[in-house]
């Protein structure tokens, strides 16, 4: 058996022209060096993912970190998928039409953050730039129609590893003066109320102080609005890690299985990493001539 | 170069940098544990800063419980030494301690109506409160961090380059969490 595959291995090597074997030498070895760069980036992050303890959002530290908990949308508004219009906080879609083969008609993923609750607290993911793990994978077909889609639904467990950030809140004085902007810009919009309360010399028009009176009025409805209700409110984000070395993944699967699965993406680009070094090396040998 | 040279050498290679993951793995998870304590230290420096503030607010309304305040004193000495000195053994031991003279502190509060209506008495307790619970969640990733640690230098392939590069096996932060605040219990729902 390993005979007739050696032969058959040096017929095809042999039948090669010149330029033939130097193309086939080139993409062999590209092989062996991507399968080894891949490798490498499988086995780093998945020891970075077993080796990062998880974190509670209420105490988490600034920077690298590992949460675990329930997805939530914001604003308790969950999203719909475009194909089956389920609801989930995250989605991935694909529709296709049949012709002489699959033809993709439209993709699209979700760009939208969602909340991450681990019970003492919530933080929201942004999964842009993330790699989204999903079990849920549904494929069904319509007629010439096929769809294809992945989502994390609400409530589903997640794990997400990446860089966590908290936003203090706005302070008191950005508080106040995006308020003023907000309060002028809706009275500008009712120019007759806006006249009424402060063209003073009533030639029609708001000239540069009644507009600074307006300002001025505007300023102290804020004042008294927010006065007692101003509470400083922090807000924990987790975003792609500032070192890109570090992966940035979110998975409705559990920690376990990633790692498994990377394991396994590793231990398959180890065998291709042998089998096509192996064939480069035996290329060289059987073509000796060349070189 | 020999094609027999140039495998050898290409193998060479992937284990060498196999041996750098491994080696700069061991290195991340020792600097997760030193952050981990770094991010508790923080927050007992903060503590540090307060409970003189506390106890001088205390001092005034608690004439005949002087010895309560002075255990809270010594406790922070206790700590703060073990701070200072990278002591995970001694700090523990030294935490347990605060927790259990903070826990009579606030039980003998109870008996001062004056000082239970005390504006900075109640933010006091409420701040020092929060950075307990923060400390305990704390120690968790701390306590988490070192049993990664643990766990992967005594694993294969990575127990060789632990032994060779003098990786050990880090302690433990334990102290007993005790509850600082009674439990509120909300008879109107």
């Known amino acids: 058996m390993i005979d007739s595959l050696i032969d058959f291995l ?31 980036g499988f086995i780093r992050h998945g020891r970075i993912m077993q080796d990062t303890p998880t974190s509670k959002i209420r105490s988490a530290s600034q920077g690298f970190v590992q949460l675990e908990g329930r997805a939530k949308s914001l604003d308790d508004k969950p999203l719909r998928v475009p194909g089956s219009g389920r609801e989930c906080v995250w989605f991935d879609y694909l529709i296709e039409k049949k012709g002489n083969d699959w033809e993709e008609v439209e993709r699209d993923t979700s760009i939208y953050s969602f909340y991450v609750d681990d019970g003492t607290g919530l933080c929201a993911v942004d999964p842009e730039l993330g790699r989204v793990i ?38 008191k004085a950005e508080v106040l003066k995006v308020g003023v902007r907000v309060l002028l810009n809706q009275w500008k919009h009712n120019r007759r109320e806006l006249l009424q309360r402060f063209d003073q010399n009533g030639d029609g028009d708001i000239d540069m102080d009644e507009w600074n009176q307006a300002r001025e ?16 409110t922090q807000h924990h984000n987790l975003v792609a890690p500032f070192n890109k070395g570090y992966p940035y993944v979110i998975s409705s699967i559990p920690q376990d299985e990633v790692t498994s699965r990377y394991q396994l993406y590793a231990f398959g680009l180890l065998g ?3 089998v096509s070094g192996a064939y480069a090396v035996f290329m060289t040998i059987v073509r000796r001539d060349l070189f | ?42 927050l007992l420096k903060q503590r540090h800063t307060e409970l003189p503030l506390l106890v001088a607010v205390c001092r005034g309304y608690m004439v005949h419980e002087q010895h309560v305040l ?72 701390f306590n988490e961090s070192v049993r990664l640690n643990n766990t992967r ?16 096996e880090l302690a433990y932060l334990k102290f007993e969490t005790v509850a600082l605040l009674p439990v509120k219990i909300n008879l109107k729902s």
């Open chain 1, 134 to 171: 999903t079990r849920k994978k549904k494929v069904w077909v319509v007629g010439d129609w096929r769809y294809t889609e992945r989502l994390i639904a609400e409530n589903d467990r997640v794990y997400c590893l990446g860089q966590f950030e908290t936003d203090q809140g706005g302070s």
């Open chain 1, 10 to 40: 040096i017929g095809i090597t042999l039948s090669f022209d010149d330029a033939e074997f130097v193309w086939v030498m080139l993409a062999t070895l590209l092989v062996c060096f991507g399968s080894v760069i891949a490798l490498f």
């Open chain 2, 1 to 42: 170069m020999t094609i027999l040279e140039f495998v050898v050498g290409a193998m060479a290679l992937v284990i060498l940098i196999y041996t750098v993951i491994i080696y700069n793995g061991l290195i991340r998870l020792k600097n997760n544990v030193a952050r981990a304590f770094a991010n508790i230290e923080v």
């Open chain 2, 70 to 141: 002075l255990a809270i004193t010594e406790a922070r000495s206790r700590v703060h030494a073990a701070q200072e000195k990278h002591d995970v053994r001694g700090l523990g031991q030294a935490e347990t301690r605060m927790r259990t003279s903070l826990s009579k502190l606030f039980a003998r509060c109870e008996a001062y109506p004056d000082l239970k209506a005390n504006e900075n008495f109640l933010a006091l307790q409420e701040r020092i409160s929060q950075l307990e619970d923060a400390i305990a969640d704390r120690r968790e990733i």
């Open chain 1, 217 to 232: 009025t505007a300023i102290r409805q804020v004042e008294s609005a927010t006065a007692n209700d101003y509470v400083p």
């Open chain 2, 153 to 168: 230098i005594q694993q294969v392939p990575d127990v060789v380059l632990a032994r060779s590069f003098g990786f050990g």
């Open chain 1, 272 to 274: 291709l990493f042998v």
